[in-house]
Each structure stands twice: as structure tokens, then as C-alpha cells.
């Protein structure tokens, strides 16, 4: 195994060592351009949590031996956050566009049978695929959520995900294998051929991005169920220290600023969040700790510079 990256390496030293993390730091919302800055001064700067970051760059270097060490380290806010940009990144982007060149290098005329069901294959794929991302997005992410508030819901545990999450890239091998063996171009053989290689590289991505899941997310979700469960409050031991820390808002906090300025109350906030008013208090504390603005007026002038909400949606006193 390869010696892990630090947060002392040189941020360009890394991506130039493993190319590969390019597309993960998309995902963590990092640009290029940091000179001769170190890891840990660009993730600081970029409002990213250095051993998360650390975390799946040297989980995608070294595999899952490396896992078990970053499991109490991680922000699992943070892994939130890059998982469901994972998910924008291939819904949004690599799959619809293997599919734009999937089309264009297959003849999908009604005479050629082969080709209209690889691409049907392909659509199917791809709905399974959004399926499965957005149940992620909209049941698991939000229960972990309310897992970081201190809160337990009952009669699920991120357990029963890991049972049924099976690795979403073993369709991709059959369409790959069915166009090798069984589609004969006339014509567009270099394009196919390109199609074919950005399918290998999809499918390792998801593979990658789905044994992540596995070995990184559930086990530190699993730890913050413990937790949890021992009634130590919310976002408690590392994670805790490491959100006191951090000075950009959480998406959840995003949520409630967009609430406040759209004129809700605590109440009414809880209610539409699903959490305690106590909690919908303790973000509002966090975030006026965090941004230094404790006036409405303030958070709407910031809520509106960052896209949070438009000018329409703002309630006027």
C-alpha cells in the first residue's frame, strides 16, 4: 500500500501523483488554481473538512484498507455533502452524456434491432440508476441528518441500506459486454469505441463510488447511531469539534436560513424541517456564530448573494 496523503502535501503534488481525484474534488466543490498551497490551506479555504477530504482521496489511493482509520475522523456533514454531489456528477452530466454519444454512434433505425435495444437497455440503466441515487438523497441522507441533530428515528438504521444497497455499476459490465460481442458498426467506429471507454470508466466510478458508501459512510453513520443512542447529544466527539470549527453553513442550515428570510417561525420551521423547535434554535445560533449577521435583515442580504433564495421568495417586515 502507498503511504497516505497528508494535510501538509502539496495540493497540486497530489492531483499530479493520482489524476484521478480531479473528479473528487469537483465533487467537494474545490477549483484548480491553488499554487503552492498545501491540502489543508485549500480545503480551509474552500470551506472543506481537511480529514474528509483526506479521507476519500486516500480511500480512492489505497482502497478500503485505509477506511477503518478515518471512521471516528470523518465529518459526516461533509461526506453528505460530496456524496450527493457524486450523485449531481452522474445524473446530471456522465450518464446523459455516454448517451448522447451512445446515440450518435449507433445506428437506431427501426431495421437495426440490436442497436434500438442496447440504447433501451441504456435508458432502463439509467432510470434504475436515478431511482436508486434519489431514495439516497431523500431517505438516507435525510435520516443521517436528523442522526447529526441529536434525533433517532425509530424503525430504521442505516443497517438495513447496507443490506439492500448492491453496487449499482454491474449493469454497465453486461451493456459494455453486449456492444463488444454483439454490435457490428458500418460506420462512427472510433466514436463507438470512445462511447465504450467512457462506459469502463463509468463503471469503475460507481464501483468506487458505491464501495465508499460501503466502507466509509455506513460504518461512520453506524458510530454516530451509537452515539446517538448513548444520548450524547447531537453531532457529538470529532464531528462536533470539527463543525464548531467550521464556518460555512451546513445544508441543513442553508435550509433554515432559507426559512427565516422567507418570514416562517420557529414553529413553522420545525414543523416543515421535522425537528424540535430547541433544534431549530440551536442552528439559528450556529449560524449567527458562524456568519456574524443576528439581524433578519442581514441573513436575507446574505441569502440572497449566495442563491439561497430569490428576491421574489423574500418576506418583506
Do not use: W
Request: hydrophobic share 40%.
Amino acid at each position: 500500500m502507498s503511504a497516505n496523503y497528508k494535510d501538509t502535501d502539496r495540493m497540486c503534488d497530489v492531483i499530479c501523483d493520482e489524476y484521478h481525484l480531479l473528479q473528487m474534488m469537483s465533487r467537494f466543490g474545490i477549483p484548480l488554481g491553488f499554487g503552492e498551497k498545501t491540502v489543508k490551506e485549500v480545503c480551509s479555504e474552500n470551506g472543506v473538512d481537511t480529514t474528509t477530504f483526506l479521507a476519500v482521496a486516500n480511500y480512492m489511493k489505497n482502497g478500503a484498507d485505509t477506511a477503518d482509520y478515518y471512521t471516528d475522523e470523518v465529518s459526516v456533514a461533509a461526506l453528505i455533502a460530496y456524496l450527493r454531489q457524486a450523485h449531481s456528477y452522474f445524473l446530471d452530466f456522465q450518464l446523459p452524456a455516454i448517451r448522447r454519444k451512445l446515440l450518435e454512434a449507433i445506428d437506431c433505425s427501426e431495421k437495426n434491432e440490436v442497436a434500438y435495444l442496447i440504447l433501451k437497455f441504456y435508458d432502463e440503466y439509467m432510470g434504475e440508476v436515478r431511482k436508486h441515487m434519489e431514495y439516497e438523497n431523500r431517505k438516507i441522507f435525510s435520516y443521517v441528518n436528523r442522526l447529526l441533530e441529536g434525533q433517532r428515528p425509530a424503525n430504521f438504521e442505516i443497517a438495513q441500506f447496507l443490506k439492500g444497497h448492491e453496487s449499482i455499476d454491474k449493469k454497465l459490465q453486461e451493456l459494455k459486454n453486449i456492444i463488444i460481442k454483439y454490435y457490428a458498426p458500418r460506420d462512427n467506429v472510433e466514436l463507438l469505441n470512445t462511447v465504450l471507454f467512457d462506459i469502463f470508466n463509468c463503471e469503475a466510478d460507481l464501483h468506487t463510488h458505491c464501495e465508499l458508501e460501503n466502507c466509509l459512510f455506513v460504518p461512520a453513520v453506524q458510530l454516530l447511531e451509537s452515539k446517538v443512542a448513548a444520548g450524547t447529544g447531537e453531532a457529538t466527539g470529532k464531528e462536533a469539534e470539527r463543525n464548531e470549527g467550521q464556518e460555512t453553513l451546513s445544508e441543513r442550515e442553508k435550509e433554515i436560513v432559507g426559512c427565516i428570510v422567507r418570514g416562517m417561525t420557529n414553529k413553522e420551521i420545525a414543523d416543515k424541517l421535522f425537528i424540535s423547535i430547541n433544534t431549530v434554535l440551536t442552528h439559528r445560533k450556529n449560524i449567527s456564530r458562524k456568519l456574524s449577521i443576528h439581524s433578519v435583515a442581514g441573513l436575507t442580504i446574505y441569502a440572497i448573494v449566495n442563491g439561497l433564495v430569490n428576491l421574489e421568495d423574500v418576506h418583506m417586515a
